[in-house]
């Protein structure tokens, strides 16, 4: 069967970009696509010699072009994008950002975007609110959605290291691309500040910082965009209040009755500030035994009297487990080292129970403080 250059070069377009997740075509990627002998010869121009996907999109495209009837082979060669090809990638991925319209805000922000965000709160550290983000980010991704994290803690900022993101972020003039890390993508100020040096900024800086990894960087329109918010109810509440107003707030909290007092401040401010309350996960719930027997560590029932007082489920219990601590140190999550264990089918049902709320409707947007 005679194939030609045209052919191959629409099914390379199909293949989704994985760094940026969307697909090849528009991006100025494909350079060269030839056909000779059934063989196919691919030249491919990434933005940075280093570009983290490099490998894994060449493997996609080589089996993208000999899926088509009539290829035997293929090669994929890989070069650096010349300034004005990268300068063309930041105009798609903008236009993309911007769904295609004149609007400088990014269609997720807007009102009638499918978007879901979805703040993970608590009213204290300790109670492992990033464990349990980066955890139902990945599950969600294995179920198929496009899923982002923001980490706004950015004074505790960990979610970096604690998903396995091992790349910093791509800058693209005034567009930063997000790092990706086991299908999620990840913005943080940990790529920005050395682990050791502590970030002190007034209320204003931290408002500014936060709009800006939200509207300057390439976010698409995810399924599931997941906001790490610091623990208690300052700053960034309120920011997040006024530039995510349909932001959905979970609730992380333990069983212990010191950490429920505390989770109930933190859902009482979001509704303060008009954002949907839509449920509390309890984390450390339980250490199993090598005998099978549960020992509650830390109390039981806190997580069911603070739903029950909020007026929403109890979407989530996650077992204490040393694995679970142990893969966010190591950059590989429970959910990507073991879905199938204890903690791991915990959080694949909490992923369940979240995609299955739906959206929050929001009747109003405006801030009010009355």
Known sequence: MAVDADQVRRAVDLVAEPEIGVPLA?????????????????????????????????????????????????????????????????????????????????????PDSSTRVIGVSSGKGGVGKSSVTVNLAIALAARGHQVGILDADVYGFSVPKMLGADHEPTILGDLVVPAAAHGVRCLSMGFFVPDDQPVIWRGPMLHKAIAQFLSDAFWGEPDFLLVDMPPGTGDVTLSLSEVLPRTEILVV??????????????????????????????????????????????????????????GVPLLGQVPLVPEVREGGDRGIPITVSDPDGEPGRAFGALADAVAALGPARVYRQELSLG
């Open 253 to 310: 909290t333990t069983p212990q009755a010191a950490a429920q007092r505390v989770a109930q401040r933190s859902a009482f401010a979001a509704r303060k500030l008009k954002l949907s309350v839509r449920g509390v996960v309890e984390n450390m719930s339980w250490f199993t035994g090598d005998d099978g027997t549960r020992y509650e560590i830390f109390g039981a029932g806190g997580g069911a009297r603070v739903a029950r007082d909020l």
């Open 26 to 110: 528009g991006l100025e990627i494909v350079r060269e696509v030839r056909v000779r002998r059934r063989r196919a010869s691919i030249v491919l121009a990434l933005p940075t010699a280093s570009w983290p996907g490099a490998r894994e999109l060449a493997t996609q495209v080589g089996q993208a072009a000999e899926a088509v009837p009539g290829i035997d082979q293929a090669t994929v060669d890989v070069e650096v994008m010349t300034d004005a090809a990268r300068m063309a990638l930041r105009t798609h991925l903008r236009a993309v950002n911007a769904g295609g319209s004149d609007e400088d805000r990014p269609v997720f922000l807007r």
